[in-house]
DNA sequence: GGTTATGTTATTTC
DNA sequence: AGAAATAACATAAC
């Protein structure tokens, strides 16, 4: 579930309750006053990054889906229930997820821009705090949710494959001319993939990710934990291209 | 039954 | 104290 254009996309799904009242609010996540929400007006729907907020007046419900979790629109799964609205035009269901209530003014600790599906998502900014940590390997970078919020690991072994980057590469050892190309490559990405929901294209059709042949090479992928902490990184040892210190 | 996994955060360790 | 490693959590598929 969990990439940024999937949350996007929920969000979307979700957007006919903007302007409904929560008739019902109920569910075991800990730390949320459901009496509290019953009753509240729906005053927006956002995401930053992961992250889905329900906006309300002086508080939002922020749910993220972590590995596992699942939601249903208007239909409940055999699960635990963590979270669940009811409004006139329906009800929205969540599970296996962490849901939390944050208390006005919580959008002030968001740096929104960050997004990589923002509208203001700004690739020199990305490109200059990319460039405070020369040292780290670039998938480590791709997943620094500081930098590029909404990046997983598919996106970021699918961005590497794409820009013939191997994924234990230097950030300051790579030219910024592309560095500069796999930030816009990642928006890009991210975008592309966020369409493809809107049309129905169900499954996201990877390259590499989680993928065994390299459809340029047509040699295996490697596969391997990589990074810090380590995460499943695919990527061919014939196109993309180590960028390391000479020494 | 064991391993793996679209992710983050709390706890422990150095 | 603070950085870094480890554990924890939830769930389905192979």
């Known amino acids: 579930m969990p990439e940024g254009p999937e949350m996007v996309f929920l969000k979307e ?3 006919p309750f903007v302007g409904q009242q929560v ?5 075991e996540a800990k730390g949320i006053s459901f009496d509290r929400v019953k009753g509240q007006v729906l005053q927006d ?3 930053f990054g992961k992250e889905l907020f329900f906006c309300f007046p002086d508080f939002a419900l922020r749910v993220h889906l972590m590995l596992f979790g699942k939601y249903s629109i208007n239909g409940e799964l055999n699960r635990v229930l963590q979270l669940g609205l009811v409004f006139e035009a329906g ?5 296996a997820c962490d849901c939390r209530l944050l208390n006005a003014p919580w959008e002030d600790q968001y740096d929104w821009p960050t997004d990589v599906l923002h509208p203001a998502f700004d690739p020199e ?7 405070r940590s020369p040292g780290r390997f670039i998938c480590d970078a791709l997943l620094d949710q500081t930098l590029f919020a909404g990046v997983g690991n598919g996106l970021k072994n699918e961005v590497l494959f794409r820009q013939r980057i191997h994924p234990e590469s230097q950030v300051g050892e ?3 001319s592309e560095l500069r190309a ?9 975008a592309e993939y966020l369409e493809g929901k809107r049309h129905g294209e169900g499954e996201v059709h990877w390259q590499a990710y989680r993928q065994k042949i390299c459809p340029r090479d047509r040699v295996p992928f490697l596969k391997a934990k990589l990074g810090k902490p380590p995460r499943s990184c695919y990527f061919c040892a014939l196109c993309q291209r180590q960028y390391l210190p000479d020494w």
Do not use: D
């Open 13 to 15: 799904l979700a957007e």
């Open 23 to 27: 008739w019902e609010a109920r569910g």
């Open 45 to 47: 729907i956002k995401t």
């Open 91 to 95: 009800e929205i269901n969540f599970y």
């Open 125 to 131: 900014k990305a490109l200059g705090k990319l460039l």
């Open 174 to 176: 790579i030219p910024a």
């Open 182 to 190: 796999l930030i816009k490559a990642t928006q890009a990405l991210s």
